[in-house]
């Protein structure tokens, strides 16, 4: 079993589409977060939820939208593509926010292609 | 802000060789460090944490080191196996929660 497991795995698309990418995590973690990875390797921290809040909101555009129907789930919208979009998109989970242990497990990973 | 460098060279080291990556950091000192491992189409996996009290910090072949004076953490890998081919990332929590990366360093153990 997958502890923290996204879909699609690829996703090529044109400029300007909306896409979804969906989170899960069945370890039973109150907070899920999204980081984005440019083809520079930097992982950079997008948002962050506790508990289906928002805690963590980066300066991020807003076409950028999650969403967290529950504490098990996160998903990641993305309206009008650019092409700068493009990147790995990962998702993860730890057992609480922000504290200086916390253990974050990662997904797979979601390589995004805008044409 | 808080800024996390890694050596973005990559590492070349014979097997059975012992590999040394090095992390340093600025304007912050973190009360942990934690180090993940990321495999070629894969999410980092998480290795090693180690407190600001913790000189040392063993893992079967790894061994961390966390010096808060220097700003520098060290990670070994001892007698490397090819299998230990990967990016190594080194990562702490900034004043704000937020996990804060490096850009890793790519070690590539030769047979």
């Known amino acids: 079993d997958t502890a923290v497991s996204q879909t699609p795995k690829y996703l090529v698309t044109q400029m300007g589409n909306d896409k979804s990418i969906k989170c899960e995590q069945n370890l039973g973690h109150d907070t899920m977060y999204w980081y984005k990875q440019d083809s520079k390797k930097f992982l950079k921290i997008m948002f962050s939820y506790n508990n289906k809040e928002l805690i963590i909101n980066e300066t991020v555009p807003n076409r950028f939208s999650p969403k967290s129907p529950d504490k098990a789930h996160l998903n990641l919208h993305i309206n009008s593509l650019e092409l700068g979009d493009s990147a790995v998109y990962f998702c993860a989970s730890s057992q609480a926010p922000g504290l200086a242990k916390n253990i974050q497990y990662f997904g797979a990973g979601t390589r995004l292609s805008v044409l | 802000s808080q800024k996390i460098e890694q050596n973005s060279e990559a590492l070349n080291i014979q097997e059975g060789k012992t590999a040394t990556l090095t992390c340093n950091y600025t304007?912050?000192?973190?009360?942990?460090l934690q180090w993940y491992r990321q495999d070629p189409g894969r999410g980092p996996v998480f290795l090693l944490l180690i407190r600001e009290n913790e000189k040392e910090k063993r893992k079967e072949r790894l061994k961390v080191t966390f010096d808060t004076t220097l700003k520098q953490s060290l990670f070994h890998i001892t007698a490397s196996q090819p299998a230990d081919s990967a990016t190594y990332l080194c990562a702490l929590y900034n004043q704000g929660g937020k996990l804060i990366f490096g850009q890793g360093t790519e070690l590539s153990v030769k047979p």
């Open positions: 304007n912050y000192s973190p009360a942990y």
